[in-house]
C-alpha cells in the first residue's frame, strides 16, 4: 500500500523488484506488482493471505472471511473486483475498483 501522494509508475515496480531481489532472491521477485488501497487485515493486525488467495482463485467473496473477524472489511471489495476483472480478461487498466462488501 503506497501514500495517498504516491502512484505506482513503471519505475517504482523496477526499484520494487530490485530491492526484493537483492534483499531476498531472484525467485522472491513476483511476476506482477499492483498497487492497492489497502490489505485486509484481522482484528488483532494480521494479514489476511489466504482469503485474498480464495477470491484470486474463484471462490465468491461471501465464502472467504467474515467482516466481523475483520478490521477493515471494505478492504477485500478491491480484490474481489480485480479477481472478476482478471477471471472476465479484462486488462488491469480496466478494472472496476468500486466493489463493495
Do not use: C
Request: glycine fraction near 6%.
Amino acid at each position: 500500500v503506497l501514500r495517498p501522494d504516491i502512484e505506482l509508475t513503471p519505475g517504482l515496480t523496477a526499484t520494487i523488484r530490485d530491492r526484493i531481489k537483492v534483499a531476498l532472491s531472484a525467485r522472491h521477485v513476483p511476476n506482477e506488482v499492483f498497487q492497492v488501497t489497502a490489505i485486509p487485515r484481522t482484528l488483532s493486525g494480521k494479514k489476511m493471505e489466504l482469503p485474498i488467495k480464495k477470491l484470486l482463485l474463484g471462490q465468491p467473496l461471501e465464502n472467504v472471511a467474515n467482516p466481523d473477524t475483520m478490521a477493515n472489511p471494505a478492504s477485500l471489495a478491491w480484490f474481489a473486483g480485480f479477481a472478476r476483472d482478471r477471471a472476465d480478461g479484462r486488462p488491469v487498466t480496466e478494472m472496476s475498483i468500486g466493489w463493495t462488501y
